[in-house]
Nanobody, 121 residues
Framework: QVQLVESGGDSVQAGGSLRLSCVASGTIFRITTMAWYRQLPGKTRELVAGIDAGGRANYAEDVKGRFTISIDTSKNLAYHQMNELRPDDTAVYYC???????????????WGQGNQVNVSP
């Protein structure tokens, strides 16, 4: 079993910055990908940024140039640096990872508990 623990959510003013972190623990042979999603009230969860174990990242269009995802596979840890925050970035941010528990097994998908980010005008 794998647990994801997130931290870093807070309230900031527009233009400010936050860094979210997500650490995976439990039975982990290797992590293949880590990602951040966000969900606004009444909306579906959407991908914000993702990264694979090799460091290749992809971003949603509206966060490109503002957000940066990074991964430390030796610590099963991902960071999500968010700069130039806007009020419409306000959401619950969720960490997501694909984890292989043992050699030869398929990766399983896991979610964190969610972290509230509030950006005021």
């Amino acid at each position: 079993q794998v647990q994801l623990v997130e931290s870093g959510g807070d309230s900031v003013q527009a233009g400010g910055s936050l860094r979210l972190s997500c650490v995976a623990s439990g039975t982990i042979f290797r992590i293949t990908t880590m990602a951040w999603y966000r969900q606004l009230p009444g909306k579906t969860r959407e991908l914000v940024a993702g990264i694979d174990a090799g460091g290749r990242a992809n971003y949603a269009e509206d966060v490109k140039g503002r957000f940066t995802i990074s991964i430390d596979t030796s610590k099963n840890l991902a960071y999500h640096q968010m700069n130039e925050l806007r009020p419409d970035d306000t959401a619950v941010y969720y960490c997501n990872t694909n984890v292989v528990h043992s050699p030869g097994e398929y990766a399983l998908n896991c979610w964190g508990q969610g972290n509230q980010v509030n950006v005021s005008p």
